[in-house]
Nanobody
Framework: QVQLVETGGGLVQAGGSLRLSCAAS????????MGWFRQAPGKGREFAAA????????DYADSVKGRFTISRDNAKNTVYLQMNSLKPEDTAVYYC??????????????????WGRGTQVTVSS
């Protein structure tokens, strides 16, 4: 079945950086918009970033804009999230997801069909 597997999470000090990867199997990501969402302890899952199937269009939540960069390598069937200047409030489980290509990049969970299991990111102060 389709699998999205996130890696690259971990523990980092505030101000540090991490790079998350999301590798897809049994799904060709070049046909899909891809997104990253996150869920902090005790909170609902929220949108972080999205990228169009070609990589030509990106969208970011205000809370991560200017610090996070989403990218994709369709040849490697992998999506990335480079996270810089991390803050304690970035602590969350980070999920990648794939969704049908749209005119406007999706920010809602129900706009994405396949999800990974998530990777934990913990930022210490």
């Amino acid at each position: 079945q389709v699998q999205l597997v996130e890696t690259g999470g971990g523990l980092v000090q505030a101000g540090g950086s991490l790079r998350l990867s999301c590798a897809a199997s049994r799904l060709t990501i070049s046909y899909y918009d891809m997104g990253w969402f996150r869920q902090a302890p005790g909170k609902g899952r929220e949108f972080a970033a999205a990228i169009s199937r070609s990589g030509g269009d990106t969208d970011y939540a205000d809370s991560v804009k200017g610090r996070f960069t989403i990218s994709r390598d369709n040849a490697k069937n992998t999506v990335y999230l480079q996270m810089n200047s991390l803050k304690p409030e970035d602590t969350a489980v980070y999920y990648c997801a794939s969704g049908p290509s749209r005119r406007r990049l999706g920010r809602l969970e129900n706009e994405y069909g396949y999800w990974g299991r998530g990777t934990q990111v913990t930022v210490s102060s």
